[in-house]
């Protein structure tokens, strides 16, 4: 026999409450979405030969989100678009960042919750993948109240609260949106052998790529704002993006095989999607 469970109306949990004002502002945006199978082939066998020479050392492997995160800084430090933002208020113009910030969803359970949280990653383009395994290393083990301590904060407030400083942020205080949501945002389900149709984010551009077939190709999404750029600009990023992940990053990981990083031994697990 099924225990019956109780019914009624219930609280949403705060664990809920941040992907509840992701998704307003996700409707919001004017996005659109193209895809293209990447051939990752070459990567994919570099990939793995890396984490098999490192195996008897350390205890992680190089993320392939963090892969695409770096490509994809180094396409937008090349294309000032993919920094843009289209800003309604006070009057309809664009904003165009410094620098690229990327942004990572990353699943936490915490009291007993799911959460989705939101890993920052400044001017990923000038970082090792060592250093930025690093830190997705942090996110994805220390306590969720310290190391998204600003998100913690922001989903203990009401709604109206949390909506004023949304919107201060995207709206008024232009200089610190970028450090704060990004200037793209990159999530996957690769990793359960999931693909994501439709990227839910609000950002200018937002990225996900599904598990590899038998051929190693992988179909790369990126749904974009038609505000800032149309549909034959995000075709040639796509493009770009798989020179890139095929070129200079994998060539960083062919030194990693040649010069192995040091690590130290109690270095946590890292996600591989």
Same mark, same amino acid.
Request: aromatic share 10%; charged share 20%.
């Given at each position: 026999?099924?225990?019956?469970? =109780?019914?009624?109306?219930? +609280?949403?949990?705060?664990?809920?409450?941040?992907?509840?004002?992701?998704?307003?502002?996700?409707?919001?945006? /004017?996005?659109?979405?193209?895809?293209? *199978?990447?051939?990752?082939?070459?990567?994919?066998?570099?990939?793995?030969?890396?984490?098999?020479?490192?195996?008897?050392?350390?205890?992680? %492997?190089?993320?392939?989100?963090?892969?695409?995160?770096?490509?994809?800084?180094?396409?937008?430090?090349?294309?000032?678009?993919?920094?843009?933002?289209?800003?309604?208020?006070?009057?309809?113009?664009?904003?165009?960042?410094? !620098?690229?910030?990327?942004?990572?969803?990353?699943?936490?359970?915490?009291?007993?919750?799911? &959460?989705?949280? &939101?890993? %920052? *990653? $400044? !001017?990923?383009?000038?970082?090792?993948?060592?250093?930025?395994?690093?830190?997705?290393?942090? +996110?994805?083990?220390? =306590?969720?109240?310290?190391? *998204?301590?600003?998100?913690?904060?922001?989903?203990?407030? =009401?709604?109206?609260?949390?909506?004023?400083?949304? &919107?201060?942020?995207?709206?008024?205080?232009? $200089?610190? %949106?970028?450090?704060?949501?990004?200037?793209?945002?990159?999530?996957?389900?690769?990793?359960?052998?999931?693909?994501?149709?439709?990227? =839910?984010?609000?950002?200018?551009?937002?990225?996900? +790529?599904?598990?590899?077939?038998?051929?190693?190709?992988?179909?790369?999404?990126?749904?974009?704002?038609?505000?800032?750029?149309?549909?034959? *600009?995000?075709?040639?990023?796509?493009?770009?993006?798989?020179?890139?992940?095929?070129?200079?990053?994998?060539?960083?990981?062919?030194?990693?095989?040649?010069?192995?990083? /040091?690590?130290?031994?109690?270095?946590?697990?890292?996600?591989?999607?």
């Amino acid at each position: 026999m099924t225990t019956s469970q =109780p019914s009624g109306r219930m +609280y949403i949990p705060r664990s809920r409450r941040l992907i509840l004002d992701v998704l307003h502002y996700h409707k919001q945006a /004017a996005t659109c979405a193209h895809d293209r *199978f990447f051939d990752l082939s070459h990567l994919a066998r570099l990939r793995s030969e890396l984490s098999a020479q490192l195996s008897t050392q350390l205890s992680t %492997r190089v993320s392939w989100s963090l892969l695409f995160i770096k490509a994809f800084a180094i396409v937008a430090a090349e294309r000032p678009v993919l920094r843009q933002t289209f800003q309604y208020w006070p009057w309809p113009h664009l904003y165009q960042h410094r !620098q690229n910030v990327a942004t990572m969803a990353i699943h936490r359970i915490h009291q007993d919750q799911s &959460w989705v949280l &939101w890993g %920052r *990653f $400044s !001017q990923p383009e000038t970082q090792s993948l060592v250093d930025l395994q690093t830190r997705l290393d942090r +996110y994805q083990t220390e =306590p969720v109240p310290k190391i *998204f301590r600003q998100q913690w904060q922001l989903s203990g407030l =009401p709604t109206f609260l949390r909506r004023i400083l949304w &919107w201060w942020t995207l709206n008024i205080s232009l $200089s610190k %949106r970028a450090s704060r949501s990004g200037t793209f945002f990159l999530t996957t389900l690769a990793g359960k052998g999931v693909e994501i149709q439709d990227p =839910p984010g609000f950002l200018t551009s937002n990225l996900t +790529y599904g598990p590899l077939d038998q051929q190693q190709r992988s179909r790369v999404t990126m749904s974009y704002d038609h505000r800032v750029m149309d549909g034959s *600009f995000v075709a040639d990023c796509l493009l770009e993006l798989e020179r890139v992940l095929n070129g200079p990053i994998a060539d960083e990981l062919k030194s990693m095989l040649a010069n192995p990083p /040091a690590t130290s031994p109690d270095v946590a697990k890292i996600s591989t999607q």
